[in-house]
């Protein structure tokens, strides 16, 4: 958008124009705790209801970007590393709890989602960030689910509720307690530069009053 675009390999008059939403608030934020090559298929994998693994014969996600297929299949995880990337693992454990929040755990422990990350193949689509989740059970029966991009994106933008739940868990709360572990670090302790810059001493002070301020009026976080 504006002089960005004048970067872009294509030159159109459309880039010019004026649009309903500008570059920044086009950010897209990733919601879930998985690759974000997962996203999507997270996304069409919480609109089916929870399944029984046992009742499931096999279940078919095509995803896309291509590149996908190649950097986030592995129907057989083994660590929290390859669970993270393992769009199977992603999509098995949300059809099985009905939820993400296990994805936070990292590589599952349950029977239930290994066996049915196993029954599941992933196809690739065109370019994009579309995805479709497809169940056939032992009977037949077909259940599927599509979404043309993942939950946060810019053109499916997160709510305050979506980032709150996110900040939450990254946190475990308000961020106090992650503050504080910062700011108590030993000096020794390299942190990225990105954090260095905000603890400086002056911010430091700062950051305390927050802390207390926090504690003072704990519902006056998300």
């Given at each position: 958008?504006?002089?960005?675009?004048?970067?872009s390999p294509i030159i159109s008059e459309s880039r010019?124009?004026?649009?309903?939403?500008?570059?920044?608030?086009?950010?897209?934020?990733?919601?879930?705790?998985?690759?974000?090559?997962?996203?999507?298929?997270?996304?069409?994998?919480?609109?089916?209801?929870?399944?029984?693994?046992?009742?499931?014969?096999?279940v078919v996600v095509t995803v896309s970007p291509p590149?996908?297929?190649?950097?986030?299949?592995?129907?057989?995880?083994?660590?929290?590393?390859?669970?993270?990337?393992?769009?199977?693992?992603?999509?098995?454990?949300?059809?099985?709890?009905?939820?993400?929040?296990?994805?936070?755990?990292?590589?599952?422990?349950?029977?239930?989602?290994?066996?049915?990350?196993?029954?599941?193949?992933?196809?690739?689509?065109?370019?994009?960030?579309?995805?479709?989740?497809?169940?056939?059970?032992?009977?037949?029966?077909?259940?599927?689910?599509?979404?043309?991009?993942?939950?946060?994106?810019?053109?499916?933008?997160?709510?305050?509720?979506?980032?709150?739940?996110?900040?939450?868990?990254?946190?475990?709360?308000?961020?106090?307690?992650?503050?504080?572990?910062l700011l108590s670090a030993a000096p020794e302790v390299?942190?990225?530069?990105?954090?260095?810059?905000?603890?400086?001493?002056?911010?430091?002070?700062?950051?305390?009053?927050?802390?207390?301020?926090?504690?003072?009026?704990?519902?006056?976080?998300?």
């Open positions: 958008r504006g002089v960005f675009a004048t970067s010019f124009r004026d649009l309903e939403q500008t570059a920044i608030e086009e950010t897209g934020f990733r919601l879930h705790p998985a690759t974000g090559f997962a996203h999507s298929a997270i996304d069409a994998a919480l609109q089916l209801e929870p399944v029984a693994p046992e009742a499931v014969r096999r590149i996908a297929l190649d950097l986030a299949s592995n129907p057989v995880p083994t660590s929290d590393d390859e669970a993270w990337w393992s769009i199977e693992h992603a999509v098995a454990t949300c059809l099985v709890a009905g939820t993400v929040e296990k994805l936070a755990s990292g590589l599952s422990r349950d029977d239930r989602v290994l066996r049915l990350a196993g029954l599941t193949s992933v196809e690739a689509t065109e370019a994009g960030w579309s995805a479709s989740v497809e169940i056939v059970t032992e009977d037949g029966l077909r259940f599927r689910r599509e979404q043309d991009v993942p939950r946060g994106h810019g053109r499916h933008r997160a709510t305050d509720g979506d980032l709150c739940d996110k900040w939450n868990r990254l946190t475990g709360g308000d961020g106090s307690s992650l503050l504080e572990m390299k942190l990225p530069a990105v954090v260095e810059d905000g603890l400086h001493e002056e911010q430091r002070l700062i950051w305390r009053e927050i802390i207390e301020r926090s504690r003072a009026s704990p519902d006056a976080v998300c």
